[in-house]
Every structure is written in C-alpha cells, then in structure tokens.
C-alpha cells in the first residue's frame, strides 16, 4: 500500500539556522497537506500543494512540490524557538479522496 | 471558542471494558475524521464521515471500533472489549468539502488520551 516515508526523524538546529524537512511518496499524490504539532498539542494546518512543481511561501516557510509529484520538502529559514514541534506532512492514499496517509514527521528542536 | 472539541481528554479504563469518546466538530463543517496516534507517529486514519454517512472506513478498525455521526453533528468513537494495544490518543478533526471526494484542511481536536490497564 501507501507509504509515505519523511526524512530526517529529528533534527536540532541552533536558534537562526535553516531547517528541511522531506516528505516522499511511494505513490503520485493528488495533492500533499503539511501540518505543525507543538509538543502536547495537536496537528495544525499548513497548506496543501496540488500542482506539479508548485512552491508556496509562508513567512519564513516554504513549501515545494515535486514535479512527479512523490515528494515534497518544508524549508524553514532562520529558525526561531515558536518553530519547535513535529511536522508532517500527509497525503490521500487515492486521489483525491480523504483518507489521509500522514509521515512519521520530523521533530524540531531549536536551541535559543 | 468553535474549534473542534473531544470528550473526556482523559479516559483512563481496564482491559476488557468499552470506552466511548465524543466529538464535536466546527459547526459548519460537513466531514468529520478520527485518527489514532501514538507516541512518535503521525496520525492514523481510522474512519471518515461526509453528514452522518461513514463513507470510509481503515482496515485497522476492527469490529471491537465502531463510529456514528447520527444527525451529521458531534460523532461518537466506541471500543469494545479494550486491549492494550488500543492505548493511545484518537484526535477527531473536520472540514468542510463539496462533493464526494477532494482533500480539504483539517481542523483537530485535542484528543482523547485512552489509557487501558
């Protein structure tokens, strides 16, 4: 079935440093979703990518969507402490539908 | 506060029992989700309502898992005969989507934490 695979599991990063994060598919996703979880909350939205190639800017965030549209990538510039939490990113196992697969996520700590 | 909300937070019950949680998505929200996710993983998609229509349903819930969404409102998460490996936190989120299909962003709730002993 389904997998979606997110590298690295963890990464420490010093305050102001850029972080990535990347999310692939062993299937062509119809679109991708990102979601930020703060320790001892829940996941909340980010944005979702639907276009082949696209690229979204959030503040100091970034999305991409690859062009096969199997993976995707969240770049965080100069990380500030509120980046701390896991990040996910999630597809639907078929297209367009609302069975969401979520990765494992990445866990970002930031050391001020 | 409208956002999604989850009855108990905390639910804490014996190998053997049933345990059911509610919850209670954004008002005007159509579609309904219940994920299980335990420590170090993301969500599990466990099952999906469109109103009060259960329209998808994952493999990992078992006939001891059973969901309603009666009136197309709050929802109702139940496990029965709990085990230990049901411990765990089962987040309920919402959205609103026209149609069928097509992925919209979802709005969770804090979660249930289930503990079984």
């Given at each position: 079935g389904q997998q979606v695979m997110q590298i690295p599991q963890y990464q420490h990063v010093q305050e102001g440093e850029d972080f990535t994060t990347y999310c692939n598919s062993s299937?062509?996703?119809?679109?991708?979703?990102?979601?930020?979880?703060?320790?001892?909350?829940?996941?909340?939205?980010?944005?979702?990518?639907?276009k082949s190639g696209e690229v979204k800017k959030q503040k100091r965030l970034t999305f991409q969507f690859g062009e096969?549209?199997?993976?995707?990538?969240?770049?965080?510039?100069?990380?500030?402490?509120?980046?701390?939490?896991?990040?996910?990113?999630?597809?639907?196992?078929?297209?367009?539908?609302?069975?969401?697969?979520?990765?494992a996520g990445t866990r970002l700590t930031v050391k001020p | 506060d409208t956002g999604v909300s989850q009855n108990p937070r905390h639910k804490i019950t014996k190998r053997g029992q049933n345990?059911?949680?509610?919850?209670?998505p954004i008002s005007e929200h159509n579609r309904l989700y219940w994920y299980r996710q335990t420590l170090g993983q993301g969500p599990e998609f466990l099952t999906y309502f469109q109103n009060e229509a259960q329209l998808e349903k994952s493999r990992l819930l078992s006939d001891r898992f059973s969901a309603e969404r009666p009136k197309g409102s709050f929802s109702t998460l139940e496990i029965q005969r709990t085990e230990q490996g049901d411990s765990a936190m089962y987040l309920c989120a919402s959205s609103y989507g026209t149609g069928a299909g097509g992925s919209y962003e979802q709005y969770f709730g804090p979660g249930t934490r289930l503990t079984v002993t």
């Amino acid at each position: 079935g389904q997998q979606v695979m997110q590298i690295p599991q963890y990464q420490h990063v010093q305050e102001g440093e850029d972080f990535t994060t990347y999310c692939n598919s062993s299937t062509t996703l119809s679109n991708i979703q990102w979601y930020k979880q703060r320790p001892g909350g829940h996941p909340v939205f980010l944005i979702q990518l639907v276009k082949s190639g696209e690229v979204k800017k959030q503040k100091r965030l970034t999305f991409q969507f690859g062009e096969a549209k199997k993976n995707s990538s969240l770049h965080i510039t100069a990380t500030q402490t509120t980046d701390v939490g896991t990040y996910f990113c999630a597809g639907p196992r078929r297209p367009n539908n609302n069975d969401m697969r979520f990765g494992a996520g990445t866990r970002l700590t930031v050391k001020p | 506060d409208t956002g999604v909300s989850q009855n108990p937070r905390h639910k804490i019950t014996k190998r053997g029992q049933n345990v059911t949680f509610r919850c209670d998505p954004i008002s005007e929200h159509n579609r309904l989700y219940w994920y299980r996710q335990t420590l170090g993983q993301g969500p599990e998609f466990l099952t999906y309502f469109q109103n009060e229509a259960q329209l998808e349903k994952s493999r990992l819930l078992s006939d001891r898992f059973s969901a309603e969404r009666p009136k197309g409102s709050f929802s109702t998460l139940e496990i029965q005969r709990t085990e230990q490996g049901d411990s765990a936190m089962y987040l309920c989120a919402s959205s609103y989507g026209t149609g069928a299909g097509g992925s919209y962003e979802q709005y969770f709730g804090p979660g249930t934490r289930l503990t079984v002993t």
